[in-house]
């Protein structure tokens, strides 16, 4: 698929339109609840007051509390709370794995990632874009505004299924260099051969809050195979020859369905975000999900 192709599909206006009703929908769900524990708080020179205190050399004139000039007969300084936005990091997961299904995870993942970048621009967040795989792969910088959103769809149009997942090494990579504490949300089929756990243990170490969205295909919960079959894993390509029958297949689903529940309860212990969904559920859908959890938007 061309890279034009890739953006017609993804990114139309359909969905352009999708993402303006869902930016309607958080408003109105979120509606009087500030997202002030997403924000830190700093004295300045915002909007809201907080203190007073003597003004010194060199001080803001247009701060000074005139009034009180006049009945004390001394400079006052007005200090406001001044709001801190802070950051919020997408880690799209574009190993090789995530080149599997219709649609492919990565695809879906790519208009999930949109989606909440396009919601956190609509309220003026500071987004990152991270692909990774064995490490960071590509990053944009910082973005804010509306008006941003069609670079972030360049972005993620541009990004390729390769390689195999690293994810605790890609996210100390990138969390060691000198990144402030945000928002950071993962999108990934968790497909690690190094485990999700330590991955997710640097973001908290890191102290980031920490939404997971956990991607499925429908046909690696219930996978229509039968018979002698030589598998080759997607990621590091070695072949394991099996016999499917009825009796490994269940111990398959059972497997799954286990694994899928770690993460869902390591992300309930650390109490994190989570949500979890397959490739052919809208994602305008689980973006409502997002929401509802009261996580995404505060």
């Not at 997961?93 to 080149?99: G, I, T």
């Not at 149009?157 to 990138?174: H, L, P, Q, R, V």
């Not at 945000?182 to 809050?209: C, K, N, P, Q, T």
Request: charged residues 30%; glycine residues 6%.
């Amino acid at each position: 698929m061309s890279t034009a192709n890739a953006t017609v599909s993804l990114f139309d206006d359909e969905f352009l339109k999708k993402l303006e009703y869902l930016n309607i929908i958080s408003k109105r769900l979120f509606a009087g609840q500030l997202r002030a524990e997403r924000r830190t708080r700093k004295r300045g020179t915002g909007l809201e007051f907080a203190d007073y205190r003597a003004y010194v050399a060199g001080d803001d004139f247009r701060h000074l509390d005139w009034k009180a000039y006049l009945r004390l007969n001394r400079l006052i300084l007005k200090l406001f709370e001044e709001e801190e936005d802070l950051p919020i990091y997408f880690f799209v997961d574009s190993s090789q794995s995530m080149n599997y299904g219709s649609p492919s995870k990565l695809d879906y993942a790519r208009r999930v990632a949109a989606a909440l970048c396009y919601i956190g621009l609509a309220n003026l967040d500071r987004v990152n874009v991270i692909s990774f795989a064995d490490g960071v792969k590509s990053e944009l910088p910082p973005q804010r505004g509306k008006g941003r959103i069609f670079k972030i769809f360049r972005f993620l149009t541009d990004i390729n299924a390769s390689g195999e997942t690293d994810a605790k090494s890609s996210f100390k990579t990138y969390c060691t260099e000198t990144r402030r504490r945000g928002l950071a949300v993962v999108i990934s089929d968790f497909f690690d051969g190094h485990g999700f756990e330590g991955a997710l243990d640097i973001l908290r170490h890191f102290r980031h809050d920490i939404f997971v969205v956990h991607i499925s295909s429908h046909d690696e919960i219930d996978p229509g195979l039968r018979g002698e079959l030589l598998l080759v894993d997607a990621e590091n390509n070695t072949t394991r020859e099996i016999t499917v029958t009825p009796s490994l297949l269940t111990a398959y689903k059972t497997e799954f369905a286990k694994y899928c529940e770690a993460v869902e309860s390591y992300c309930g212990k650390y109490q994190l975000g989570y949500v979890r969904t397959t490739t052919d559920f809208p994602f305008e859908e689980l973006i409502l999900k997002v929401f509802r959890q009261g996580r995404f938007l505060k």
